[in-house]
């Protein structure tokens, strides 16, 4: 019995303070989620409004092209270097306007790799020839 006077004598929290609480979660959320997500959707969807004919792109699927023809939501892709292959993609299939990188940096890698291991060889046989 002296338990139950005890646990009633607790201070209870109010209505106000668990709104203040679960308020301050939901505006955390907000602008850490919500807000940068909304954002970037806009500025994709601006992108995709200011294409143009001859700009490069790459697909939500990664294929790059070029554009060739616009018709209201539709953009024609052309794909490939003999420009025979026309696709119609709906405008919220372009992920980006940008040209592909077609350069090999894994090959220039081993070749710097290379070089420096020559380098630090020749280094070491003349500290060696030194001692």
């Given at each position: 019995m002296s338990q139950f006077f005890s646990l009633a004598a607790l201070p209870q929290g109010g209505a106000l303070e668990m709104i203040i609480?679960?308020?301050?979660?939901?505006?955390?959320?907000?602008?850490?989620?919500?807000?940068?997500?909304?954002?970037?959707?806009?500025?994709?969807?601006?992108?995709?409004?200011?294409?143009?004919?001859?700009?490069?792109?790459?697909?939500?699927?990664?294929?790059?092209?070029k554009v060739a023809d616009l018709v209201n939501d539709i953009v024609v892709v052309e794909f490939g270097k003999n420009k025979s292959v026309l696709i119609p993609i709906h405008k919220t299939a372009i992920a980006g306007v940008s040209e592909p990188d077609m350069t090999l940096h894994k090959e220039e890698e081993a070749d710097d790799k290379k070089a420096k291991d020559k380098k630090t060889k020749k280094e070491e046989e003349t500290v060696t020839k030194e001692a």
């Open positions: 609480v679960w308020g301050g979660m939901l505006l955390v959320l907000w602008f850490f989620m919500i807000r940068p997500q909304r954002k970037k959707q806009k500025e994709t969807q601006m992108m995709q409004n200011s294409l143009q004919v001859g700009d490069h792109v790459m697909t939500t699927a990664g294929m790059y092209g």
